[in-house]
Nanobody, 120 residues
Framework: QVQLVESGGGLVQAGGSTRLSCAAS????????MAWYRQAPGKQRELAAR???????NYADSVKGRFTISRDNAKNTVYLQMNSLKPEDTAVYYC??????????????WGQGTQVTVSS
């Protein structure tokens, strides 16, 4: 019913920047919270940043001041600008969205994940 398609990421040098995008499509009435999670090898998936439909944001302490989450409600798209990258930011980054469907039910969706590798 809803697909989240991520783009961006790849290999980046430490201290560099990259931007992730995630576009939602399908039977969407509206989207509430959107977020980026990340999962490093051998670790649990963790929240990196979240943004509400009103633009309120919150960040993991480990990325505060370096990452910025934003969204374009008209395009059903969320972005993650990642600056001053560190090797410990290496992970698979997953987009997440709480979608209100055209049926007015709310459902949680995940993207397929995109790899970000930061080289030292």
């Amino acid at each position: 019913q809803v697909q989240l398609v991520e783009s961006g990421g790849g290999l980046v040098q430490a201290g560099g920047s990259t931007r992730l995008s995630c576009a939602a499509s399908g039977s969407i009435f509206s989207i509430n919270d959107m977020a980026w999670y990340r999962q490093a090898p051998g670790k649990q998936r963790e929240l990196a940043a979240r943004i509400t439909s009103y633009g309120t944001t919150n960040y993991a302490d480990s990325v505060k001041g370096r990452f910025t989450i934003s969204r374009d409600n008209a395009k059903n798209t969320v972005y993650l600008q990642m600056n001053s990258l560190k090797p410990e930011d290496t992970a698979v980054y997953y987009c997440h969205a709480l979608v209100v469907l055209t049926t007015r039910s709310q459902t949680s969706y995940w993207g397929q994940g995109t790899q970000v590798t930061v080289s030292s």
